[in-house]
Structures are given as C-alpha cells and as structure tokens.
C-alpha cells in the first residue's frame, strides 16, 4: 500500500501563488509516477499535471501550461505542484494520486490522496 498526504492548499487572490505538496509513504514509492488531479463543485475529475517516477517527463493539461509546474523529490518521497499566476477557474481541490503505469486517466490511478482545497478569489 502507498499513502498519500496533500498540504499547502489555502485561500489565495487572483494572480497569486501557492505551492502544493505530496508525502508518499509505503512499499516502492520511488518507482511510482504521480500526479495532481483537481476537482471543482459540479464538475468531474480532471488531471492537471504528472510526472514519471524518475522526474525525466512531465506532463501538462492546457488550461495550467505555463503557469503550473509539478517536481518530485524522491529522496524526500515528496511530489510538488506549484502554482503562479492563479486564477478564480484553478478553485477545486487538489488530489494527489499515483499509479504503477504511465497513465493520465482517473480510473488508472492505484492510491489516492484525500484532498486540499484551493480557493482563488477574484
């Protein structure tokens, strides 16, 4: 089993930044990849970024390209997200999920965080 700890998240005005974090621990974590997913009221699941277990490739959705930029740490078991220029469309939460194979889908995902919210005022 792998256990998974999001932080960071918060309230923030438009334009601002804040930067997430992922705890991992359990059995081969440093071979896992990982990624952020975030969900906003009404709305389904959707990838925002991930990233490979060796940190070599990453991945990004459009609407956070350039603004978004995920990192792992896998001496610290950590994976990051951080997050400049926020705007009101980023307020969801946050997941933090990791996965055996190189996948973007939700339903791929093998372990879960339980969340963070973000709020970005206008």
């Known amino acids: 089993q792998v256990q998974l700890v999001e932080s960071g998240g918060g309230l923030v005005q438009a334009g601002g930044s804040l930067r997430l974090s992922c705890a991992a621990s359990?059995?081969?974590?440093?071979?896992?990849?990982m990624g952020w997913f975030r969900q906003a009221p009404g709305k389904e699941r959707e990838l925002v970024a991930r990233?490979?277990?060796?940190?070599?490739?990453?991945y990004y959705a459009d609407s956070v390209k350039g603004r978004f930029t995920i990192s792992r740490d896998n001496a610290k078991n950590t994976v990051y997200l951080q997050m400049n220029g926020l705007k009101p469309e980023d307020t969801a939460v946050y997941y933090c999920?990791?996965?055996?194979?190189?996948?973007?889908?939700?339903?791929?995902?093998?372990?879960w965080g339980k969340g963070t919210l973000v709020t970005v005022s206008s």
């Open positions: 999920a990791a996965s055996y194979e190189w996948t973007g889908e939700a339903g791929g995902m093998d372990y």
């Open positions: 359990g059995r081969t974590v440093s071979r896992i990849h």
């Open positions: 990233v490979t277990w060796s940190g070599a490739t990453t």
